[in-house]
């Protein structure tokens, strides 16, 4: 009889030993999956950041090509005129002296103790 009890005993420690391993297994395929989930998830935000890149750049590209960007650029940095235009140029006054506005200084209102002490207790 007393083989039979040990058999079992036997085989019940190898089982909670296989099953043991396969926990450890287990575990470590989760965390495999955690971390790369996360690296997944990184990839795509930045895969998502370059095709928005690459649309900014297509459309500045788009619009450099294009006769509104020469015509913002005679206009504004050239300082081209169309025929029909009146040009202004605006003229700084000579001899302008400029006053500066004077800041208050702040004064400080001396406080009691047990203002402070309050304060700290029960706020404001």
Do not use: C, H
């Amino acid at each position: 009889m007393r083989p039979k009890i040990e058999l079992k005993r036997f085989l019940f420690i190898i089982l909670l030993g296989v099953f043991a391993l396969l926990m450890m297994d287990l575990n470590s395929r989760l965390w495999d999956l955690t971390r790369l989930s996360s690296e997944r998830d990184q990839v795509i935000t930045q895969v998502y950041a370059q095709w928005a890149t690459r649309y900014a750049l297509e459309t500045k590209i788009a619009y450099s090509n294009s006769e509104l960007a020469v015509e913002d650029w005679a206009r504004g940095e050239a300082g081209w005129a169309k025929p029909g235009d009146q040009v202004v140029i605006p003229l700084a006054k000579e001899n302008v002296i400029v006053t500066p506005t004077p800041l208050p200084t702040p004064t400080l209102e001396p406080v009691d103790n047990w203002e402070v002490w309050w304060a700290l207790f029960f706020g404001r």
